[in-house]
């Protein structure tokens, strides 16, 4: 018995129609389109925008807070100063005992401690600002400190021992000039108020 092969067909197409195929399928998988491009460009340039203005707002805030720390540091320094002139061996209780029950505000403890700072005899219970000072930060920046006492009046002060101290910080050079970056209030005791019978 004779066999039969089985015939195969082999269909061939011309080279050129295989080349035109095969570089239909590569456009398909090819990059992006120019629309895809542009829409990535604008994606980025927003990203980096904000970016950079979350970065300014950082280093303003940096520096506004370093000059709040100075600022801290002189009020500091300045108050320290003022507890060293109003101890026991600057003022002594003896030859201040008057003053442990004044007759008006402005014969107490705080007028004692008030004059001191004056640097002379101030009457009367207004208030009362010392000469302005100049600091200059570690960047150059030059700033006023204003101080300005009082004699409290309240009831907790009747013996008028207490003086309260506010503290104005101003920059005297840049963008904000005459608004503030500190205030400040504290209150002075000399160590001869507390020891009044």
């Given at each position: 018995m004779?066999?039969?092969?089985?015939?195969?067909?082999?269909?061939s197409?011309?080279?050129?129609?295989?080349?035109r195929?095969?570089?239909?399928?590569?456009?398909?998988e090819?990059?992006?389109?120019?629309?895809?491009?542009?829409v990535?460009i604008?994606?980025?340039?927003?990203?980096?925008?904000?970016?950079l203005?979350?970065m300014?707002?950082?280093m303003?805030?940096?520096?506004?807070?370093l000059?709040?720390?100075?600022?801290?540091?002189?009020?500091?320094a300045?108050?320290e100063?003022?507890?060293s002139?109003?101890t026991?061996?600057n003022l002594p209780?003896?030859?201040n005992?008057?003053r442990c029950?004044p007759?008006?505000?402005?014969?107490?403890?705080?007028?004692?401690?008030r004059?001191n700072?004056a640097?002379g005899?101030?009457?009367?219970?207004?208030?009362?600002?010392?000469?302005?000072?100049l600091?200059?930060?570690q960047?150059?920046?030059?700033?006023?400190i204003?101080?300005t006492?009082?004699i409290?009046?309240a009831p907790?002060?009747?013996?008028?021992k207490?003086?309260?101290?506010?503290?104005?910080?101003?920059?005297?050079?840049?963008?904000?000039?005459?608004?503030?970056?500190?205030?400040?209030?504290?209150?002075?005791?000399?160590?001869a108020a507390l020891?009044?019978?």
């Open positions: 004779p066999t039969t092969q089985p015939q195969r067909f082999q269909i197409a011309p080279i050129s129609a295989r080349w195929l095969n570089d239909r399928s590569k456009a398909h090819g990059g992006f389109s120019l629309s895809e491009v542009l990535a604008l994606i980025t340039t927003i990203f980096v925008a904000v970016a203005q979350g300014v707002v950082a303003l805030l940096k520096s506004k807070a000059y709040l720390a100075e600022a801290n540091r002189w009020v500091q300045d108050v100063q003022m507890r002139q109003v026991l061996s209780l003896d030859s005992s008057a029950h007759l008006s505000a402005d014969a107490g403890f705080a007028d004692l401690v004059d700072l640097g005899n101030v009457t009367g219970t207004a208030d009362y600002s010392l000469a302005a000072t600091q200059i930060s960047t150059g920046k030059t700033f006023q204003a101080r006492l009082s409290p009046s907790a002060n009747a013996a008028a207490v003086l309260g101290i506010e503290y104005k910080i101003t920059p005297m050079t840049g963008v904000n000039l005459e608004q503030p970056i500190l205030h400040f209030y504290t209150e002075v005791m000399p160590d020891q009044c019978q």
